[in-house]
């Protein structure tokens, strides 16, 4: 996706990786720590509802469209930051 930005840096993997288990930990009403990035969407428990907040919510901090659809092809968080760290 070529120069990411987060807050006016360039956006790296750690940044984003830590946005995607944030967001994914605030919207299971859980603490980040019990968010394993290996694990699938689906068996973090987020329903198609929670997958647009999170698109939302990375579309925010990388300052691209996140399909939702890239959340089916990339199905848990490491698979979709390598996808949009491309």
């Known amino acids: ?6 807050g006016g ?6 940044a984003l990786t830590d946005t995607a288990v944030e967001t994914v930990a605030a919207i299971l009403a859980v603490d980040a720590s019990t968010i394993s990035t290996s694990t699938t969407f689906a068996d973090l428990g ?3 509802a929670q997958l647009a907040r999170l698109t939302a919510h990375l ?3 990388v300052g691209v469209e996140v399909p939702i659809t890239a959340l089916y092809d990339h199905p848990d ?3 979709l930051v390598d996808s949009l760290m491309r």
């Open 46 to 48: 987020l329903g198609s």
């Open 77 to 79: 968080i490491e698979q």
């Open 9 to 14: 840096q360039a956006l790296t993997r750690r």
């Open 59 to 61: 579309e925010d901090a």
């Open 1 to 6: 996706m070529g120069a990411n930005q987060l």
